[in-house]
Nanobody, 124 residues
Framework: QVSLEESGGELVQPGGSLRLTCASSERTAYNYVVAWFRQAPGKEREFVGALRRNGGHTTYGDSVKGRFIISRGSATTVYLQMNSLTPEDTAVYYC??????????????????WGQGTQVTVSS
């Protein structure tokens, strides 16, 4: 059983940056695809991006492409660097681990392991 925990969420001003951390109980960053999703109040869960286990290939959702970066800190840590934040980025951010194929990394149902989420609020 893989255990995941997100941290780093807080209140930030528009245009600011924030780094979220996904810490795992085992070598998740090398054994699984690690993805970030987010969910705003009243909206469906949205794919933010994912990091493949082999070679570190990343893929991103259209709404964050060019602003957010996913990276591997260690075998047990994955980061989500968020830049140029806007109020539309306000949401609970979740990390998840699974083994989807490359073309399906955006599908939340393919990830069996999830953290509890961390709140990111972008507001002045």
């Amino acid at each position: 059983q893989v255990s995941l925990e997100e941290s780093g969420g807080e209140l930030v001003q528009p245009g600011g940056s924030l780094r979220l951390t996904c810490a795992s109980s085992e070598r998740t960053a090398y054994n699984y695809v690690v993805a970030w999703f987010r969910q705003a109040p009243g909206k469906e869960r949205e794919f933010v991006g994912a990091l493949r286990r082999n070679g570190g290939h990343t893929t991103y959702g259209d709404s964050v492409k060019g602003r957010f970066i996913i990276s591997r800190g260690s075998a047990t840590t994955v980061y989500l660097q968020m830049n140029s934040l806007t109020p539309e980025d306000t949401a609970v951010y979740y990390c998840a681990a699974g083994t989807p194929i490359t073309g399906a990394m955006h599908m939340s149902r393919l990830y069996p392991y999830w953290g509890q989420g961390t709140q990111v609020t972008v507001s002045s």
